[in-house]
């Protein structure tokens, strides 16, 4: 069982993670399909339905997580954490990253290393390398703690104040680890 204020900051977290990663790819929608599309993993011409439909479904799964944190209980104008739209959420979020993280390895798994992400958008080239698998298996794992059973105790000013420090905190963290896997050096390079 995970306690609610626990649950709440995941899928809060999570939210607004897919939530930006959705903005900067429609941002430039052209630049996200040039980067899905070196992949090499459908047909090109493919790439352009493919790249707004993944921009979507990230924004479906940010609305996903977010919903049981802004619908009020009928009883109290409190979040209900658990709920079947977070659960949905948790699910969608956890099918993206895993389907992201096969992209990657298959491509490093052939040797292709020198190709952006993509995951955010033009503002960020990202080369694929081992770190990118990492991020998204920690964020595989905060996705399937949002499917954990949540404690049934109410949330109180505390715990919102702690879940805001938390999502500073990890908002922060995130920023800091995607520049440093922008500025890793290619796999390979001291060799």
Known sequence: MIDPAIHTLLCSALALLFLAAALH????LHAFRVALGDYQ?????????AAP???IAELGVSGALLLPAVAPQAAAALPAPGS?????????AAGLLALYSAAI????LRGRRDIDC???????RTELGPGLLIRNGVLLAAAA???LPVAPRMLGAGDALSVAGGL?????AHAATSRLLAQAPPLGAGR
């Open 105 to 108: 390895a298959w491509n490093l």
């Open 53 to 55: 439909a993944l921009a």
């Open 84 to 92: 079947f739209a977070g659960r949905v959420g948790c699910l969608g």
């Open 25 to 28: 790819k429609l941002r430039d």
């Open 41 to 49: 993993l459908v047909p090109w011409i493919l790439t352009g339905p």
């Open 145 to 147: 703690a949002g499917l």
């Open 168 to 172: 500073a905190f990890l908002a922060v």
């Open 118 to 124: 993509g995951c955010f958008g033009p503002a960020l």
